[in-house]
């Protein structure tokens, strides 16, 4: 099963980390895949999960207090307590105020506010959309960092359970390393090519090399 950890979530849909620990410690949107367990745990999220959350952000932007949120979660999960993530799963639309539920009756909509009804929360759109997003900034790609004069070619990924990036050299073996971010990485990557060369006498050689081609 995918799970997104609160870092991941936060750098790739840019949901502050203080707002997803206070949903979940006020149970508004709670991890399913894993919970928080003390100092150090990591929150892991499923992917309707993270289009709940999106959807509670988006709600926040057009204007709804999280009072007038959590009344509708309240609502969703009493009437609908079969639909896991409800704000993933259900049609909804909104004046900014208030909340409504599409029924299978287009003609017909559920008032969960008691008020009127103006826009309609794309929620599908913003499903594909966060899909989308999840799919770019977890495909790996290729870059080429260079040392001591040698270009190597390093394939990088995030890792979503854990939101850190890794790395390894493709021409290198043995050569690959982590970092908190992308910059860190290429940082990180490059002292460990370093390394393996140093090890493999490599470093010395071309350094040696480098000096003779100067001399001439």
Known sequence: MEAFCSRFIS????????????????????????AAAGRGTKRLY????????????????????????????????????????PLAELSLVTDGETIFLLTDDPEKLLDVMKQQFVLALPIAAWLHAARETITEAT?????????????????????????????????LPGACSQGATLDELRYMIADAIEGTLIVRGELAE??????????V
């Open 46 to 85: 499923s992917f309707r999960d993270v289009v709940q959350l999106l959807v509670v952000s988006r709600m926040r932007g057009l204007g709804l207090s999280l009072q007038r949120i959590r009344r509708c979660l309240q609502y969703l999960r009493k009437h609908f307590p079969k639909i896991e993530a």
């Open 206 to 215: 071309d350094a040696e090399e480098a000096a003779k081609a100067s001399a």
């Open 11 to 34: 750098r790739t849909f840019g949901i502050a980390l203080s707002a997803l620990h206070y949903w979940d410690r006020t149970n508004l949107i709670k991890p399913s895949v894993r």
């Open 139 to 171: 495909t790996p790609h290729l870059e080429q960092i260079t040392v001591a004069g040698r270009v190597f070619e390093v394939e990088m990924e995030q890792d979503p359970e854990d939101g850190w990036w890794v790395g390894d050299t493709l021409n």
